[in-house]
């Protein structure tokens, strides 16, 4: 029989935030409403994502740990973007300069609401009025993560709108495979022949540049470079589900798939959790673990050379990713 979800804690609006569980062989995975976060994730028992079993850390230090974020993810240049011919101010939650992650009121801060759960899977919905934080249109957002019975995660995410708008969503979550301090025992390959450069704002500069002969050539294994905070452009589309990555350290290999045209892959250079401790009982530091955020390519709002991110009225939108644990042999 199926757990109900368990309370967690109380949202900042005084609402239940609810933990729900679900397994599939020797893969355990929890899931709180408070973002439609991935806060667990383990294979034999040994966690294997970064978390905390405090609440209260994500609103504070672990902001977005696990969290599903947007409406956009990523920065818009700032804060600012023209749609139909009309323009649209943002919220500039990031340093006063960018929209980050769908700005104060994105998805990573909302309180999802758990629509079904069962033994392997577990589904969230939300519901974001149209006006909030400067996106136009209102959205019918669901996020459903699944075990498949080899121990896969897939998460999809679904949505419409009322209104022409933009939409492109992400996972947010922070992979540390041997749960050590750092990141050195890691090794890297990403599906790119190119990235995208960036200024000091971390908004993309110029076309996609080749990752040969740079820190992102990650088309070879090998360790993250500790201040990497990038795209790398996986397609000029979206829709099919592709390989994007391999992650691999600790007798494990993680294989990430998605249908998403770019890969955020950020090295964790500025995460510290204190004073909240994550699964292993100690905080986490600087490079404690990698987020792999399938995605569209960022301030793709303003930049009609990269994949387009409209969402219009009448169009479903879907993204599918997957995430798969094995040891290897």
């Known amino acids: 029989m199926t757990d109900a979800p368990a309370p967690f804690g109380t949202a900042p609006d005084g609402s239940p935030v609810k933990i729900a569980k679900i397994t599939a062989g020797d893969v355990t995975a929890r899931v709180m409403s408070w973002g439609a976060s991935l806060v667990d994730f383990r294979l034999g028992g040994v966690p294997l994502v970064l978390g905390c079993d405090a609440f209260d850390a994500y ?116 992979w540390s495979l041997d749960g050590q301090p750092d990141l050195g025992g890691h090794r890297l390959t990403v599906a790119a022949e190119t990235y995208l450069p960036v ?28 201040g990497i905070d990038h795209n790398f452009c996986l397609s000029t589309e979206r829709g099919t589900l592709r390989h994007a990555c391999t992650l691999e350290a600790g007798g494990l290999r993680l294989e990430v798939s998605s249908t998403e045209p770019g890969l955020q892959v950020y090295a964790g250079a500025k995460i510290d959790s204190a004073p909240f401790p994550g699964h292993g009982g100690a905080p986490h530091g600087p490079n404690a673990g990698i987020a792999i955020e399938p995605q569209g390519w960022p301030d793709a709002v303003n930049r009609p050379d990269f994949p387009p991110v409209v969402l219009r009225r009448g169009e479903p939108y879907r993204q599918t990713s997957r995430f798969a644990v094995t040891r290897i042999d």
Request: glycine share 14%.
């Open 199 to 226: 200024d000091s704002a971390k908004i993309p500069e110029g076309a996609p540049q080749p990752v040969a002969r740079t820190v992102f050539d990650h088309r070879t294994p090998r360790t993250p470079d500790p």
């Open 59 to 174: 609103l504070g230090p672990m902001r977005y740990f696990g969290a599903i974020v947007g409406p956009v993810a990523n920065r818009i240049a700032g804060g600012r973007m023209v749609l139909g011919g009309q323009r649209h101010d943002l919220d500039r939650n990031d340093a006063g300069r960018t929209t980050l992650h769908g700005g104060s009121d994105g998805f990573g801060t909302s309180n999802w609401r758990i629509v079904d759960l069962t033994d392997s899977s577990v589904a969230l919905a939300l519901h974001r009025p149209g006006g909030l934080g400067g996106f136009p249109g209102s959205l019918e957002v669901e996020a459903r993560y699944t075990l498949d019975e080899g121990g896969a995660l897939t998460l999809d995410i679904a949505a419409t709108t009322d209104r022409e708008t933009v939409f492109a969503p992400a996972f947010h979550g922070y």
